[in-house]
């Protein structure tokens, strides 16, 4: 790293803390503004976005291609050891903070017309604000703990997201669900944190990026830190939360595969990926490709539209995880920009789509699943916008020329090309390939179903287009897809954002991906046209990893709790109950000994004395006659004894 | 005048329970308003106190008085004293002390039952909790310690619910046991300790600041380090201190001798729930703090693995059995035993970070303890039902009071913004170290311990889920309509509850510096006075 400037520029300084800040002003106006005023929040809480996402824009434009810079703030001193809290500025943290901010903006534009007549709008907005805080400031963080706060805070904001709907049982069960697999992960990281803190004495990353350092627990200071991404971008086994998460409204599925959850993961390895040892990263390789993998064919069985887009960003991620873990690490943060962009477009134009749907039913009095894609159909008559934006969306998934999406994949590809043939790469390499064929094959299952052909289930009453306000941003989002917000040649990755030649660019590399995707068109057209798939249980289940595992974690932990408290009552409460009867016995023991002997003998004197007494009373009855045989017999008796 | 404003603080209540002890039993309101009057006396003076207090300024507000001196001849003199003092670690937990009794009591405005009594009690209480943390001499801290005990028995035993004699006769054994172990250290000390002050005079002394030195031991008393005389394996030190370590631990409560709290916390009515949580639990880990091992500085460094383990076994046992509790209060007692178990966890690593988030946690979890169990309390003054299972889809129908439980859980949880993240975190961070900065503990307690991380949050949100996600449904018709949202009082206790634990979450900087200079010192002496003492073992 170079030298930082600690610049001090108070206008820079203002518009980050504005970006940062603005979205928790969002979260504490909606958290106080009254009940009765609740509509209020769907206008400030945009428009405080809004400000936050202009606020960004400045910073990065000013400071575009500037030297890193470095804000210093002391959190608290722990003996003579400063935890900072400091502010780091780069291209790579500043390009998150706007896309942050954006595509929250975007979603909270969006869900004031998805979320018009929730009950509870005042939590909806107020968590999408602290949402976005908690994103902004892992992308600002420079000290491990400082992002380890908020990244817990992200998994804290996705809970209240995904369990917005409380009614809904299952919404309960996946928001802890995916809060509990996060903290599984975020156990591991903070590990990794107590062998860095205890081995190099900071969490600071710039300090331990400059220092350089080597310890004995590197690797598995490294590979614990990898936990808690595995957790958060939803990487193997970790992953079935993530699917599951689809329990919450839509544009909360948007904010979470885009830009405020499962893209944290990814860009803390871009931010520390120098500290792994070179095994951990073979680990973060290797989970990368298997997450890629799994992903990407479940996502090809899914019927629930949400479901396949979730499997398919877990598949994306996979990806970036696997490239990062090669050292690819600027075209994985350039695979995450293009994702977030599309990744939202097709979040929100499946929004749309069951929006429209949804109201249409509710008119028509008619209801069936309309997230289920075998229930949809033959859409793109009714829907045009909302079919355009999803091709589009879909089209840069997929990788197609043109979009972004192929841009940035084929930044992985050529470099994944580039690296030492070893078994790994060449193993990464048949993956990433395949991978992007099934990436093909799935999208194009999905808008041959929704939008194509007739309607399965056709409704009385026409489904239309949703309002402009959510229109809006899904069309933004949709042109956001397009090559040009990667470089002016659409067969040329270097361009704005990988502006210096960090990958040579293969041309048959490029040829080759056209024709690959080409081959994946005309295999999904020709499967999906007409044939079905046939439902396969392994990978609608995504080989069971899940079920396996919370079957048999859940059973452990039921086991154990119950065990627990079983212990608790039968036997430390037992010991205690004993010795209480214990003490009881012996107490009934020396009663039982105070009564009959000890009593005993005491009774027995009194009893002894009272003959006595009985006896000598018997004397002193108050009878003259017997006084006076007394007395005359004491006078004869002392009489003998002197006379004698 | 300095130096009187902590016996103000601590005997204003007991003066308090005087007064009120003339008053007409009938008048009820007189009684929860004397107390409350005091309770905002206390809290000007704790200001007051604040105001002054110098964080690096070791022992502050000390006030030293002859109490107690007997002159038995050749057997030398016996010599109690009045002294009290503050400093960075009985500062906190006063102030935590004098918070909660004010939530407390406010939190007793719906007692009924012989109010008189109730609040006498509470009074009395009050002096003696403040008078444990402040006591410097170890019969002055004994008899406050004792006098906890007394009108804890009777609120619990008159004022609690349906099994409150068998809690109340529970708690009362338990801590009697505690009780006794530690008056037999306090009668080797006595007989071992010699006051300096008072040259050519033997001064059996009960100051537990002449305790710490060594120098002070009368050579070959029962507990002079240089006696090599053993009781079993171990010498007489180490059973000293193993004696006041098992007594602590009853209070703390450590995992196996927590059985009592669990039903105490069932029985117990909501403010005396909120004050055992709170407080009472602390005196556990302050006894470990200040008196068993400065006093036994080898005896601990020696025991510090079974130390850390009983700790860790706590956290994870602790979180084992609140998953597997079906009454709400009898889950959060588990938690707090889980949530204790860092305190020991942290004691244990002797590494600043390690003791300053022990006494972190103490705050923390005193803070957010008392937030769960009125939050608890709430639920049961309405339908006088605290079964999880019989609730369902409460977030519907109480939307306030969800959302209170949801700071209280996810505080519990160690959320960052919550107190209780920093300390746990310290705790983590300094019992990791621990192995390779004093080599006392062993790398993976620190790691087994992340475990009640998971298991804290796998309690909560499974308890979170079933009694306020789904559709709504209660137990019984009248408990439907007893269901109102939070009514003004409570928000009053709650809400200074939560920005308490949001502040010390989020700036943590004033208590840390108030703590810190109190863990160096301490990690130090026991560190160094540990290793230069002969082990005799």
Known sequence: MTALSFHTDPTLLLCIFAALLLPLLSFGASVLTPRQYSWLVSFNAPLLLLVSAICAAVALTSRWNDDPALFQITWFTVGDQPLSANILLTNTSLLMLVVVSVISFLVHLYSTGYMAGDNDLKKYFAMLGFFTFSMQGIVLADNLLILFVFWELVGFSSYMLIGHWTEKL????????????????????????????????????????SSGSTYQWQTAASLCIFCGVIGKSAQFPLFSWLPDAMEGPTPVSALIHAATMVAAGVYLLVRIHPLFTPMALTVVAVTGMATA?????????????????????????????????IGIVNAALLHLFTHAFFKACLFLSAGSVIHALHRAQLRAHHHFDVQDIRNLGGLRQNLPVTFLTFLLGGASLAGIPFFSGFLSKEAILAAVWSTDSSVLSWSLLVAMVSVSFITVLYTFRMIWYIFMGEARKPLPVAPVEPPVIMRMPVVLLALCSLWLVVSWNPFDFIGWLLPEAYYTHVAWVTAFSVVWIAAALGVSYFVFRTARFDSNAILENAFYVDAAGSKVLGKIVQISATTASHIDRKWIDGLIHGSAYAHITIAHITGWVDRTLVDGFVNGVAYLSKGIGAFTRSFQAGKIQVYIFWAILAIIIFLIWTLK | MQQYLLSGLLFTPLVAAFIALFLPSHASGTFKLVTL???VIQVVLLLLMLSVYDSTGGLQFVEQHAWITLDLGSWGILKAEYLVGLDGLSLPLVSLTVGVMLITTLSSWTVEKNVKGYFILLLILNTAIIGTFAALDFLLFYLFFEFMLLPMFFLIGIWGGARREYASVKFFLYTLLGSIL???????????????SVPGRLVHSFNLLHMRDPKNFISNAILDPNNPWMIGPLSARYWAFLLLFIGFAIKLPMVPLHTWLPDAHVEAPTPVSVVLAALLLKIGGYGLLRIAYPIFPEAALYFSWLVALLGVISIVYGALTAMASKDLKRLIAYSSVSHMGFVLLGIASLTIEGVTGAVYQMVSHGIISAMLFLLAGVLYDRTHDRVIDNYSGLAAKMPVFFAAVLVAFFASMGLPGFSGFIAEVMVFLGAFKSGSANGLLHESFAIIATLGLVLGAAYYLWALQRMFFGPFHVKGDAAAIALTDLNNREYSMLVPLAIAALIFGIFPQPLISWINPFAQHFSDAVLTLGKSLTPIH
């Not at chain 1, 156990?187 to 600071?204: D, E």
């Not at chain 1, 993998?293 to 995880?321: E, N, P, W």
């Not at chain 2, 008056?183 to 010699?194: F, G």
């Open chain 2, 37 to 39: 009057i005091t309770c």
């Open chain 1, 293 to 325: 993998i799994i992903g990407s064919l479940a996502a090809l069985f899914q019927y629930d539209i949400k479901r396949i887009l979730a499997y398919s960003t877990m598949s994306q991620l996979g990806l970036m995880v696997m490239a990062i873990g």
């Open chain 2, 182 to 196: 530690i008056l037999v250290a306090l009668i080797a000390l006595y007989i071992s300790v010699n006051d300096p």
């Open chain 1, 170 to 209: 299952a919404a309960g069960q996946a928001s802890k669900k995916a809060f509990i697999l996060n903290r599984i992960g975020d156990a591991g990281f903070l590990v990794g944190l107590m062998i860095v803190w205890a081995n190099t004495g900071t969490l600071g990353i710039t300090e331990l990026l």
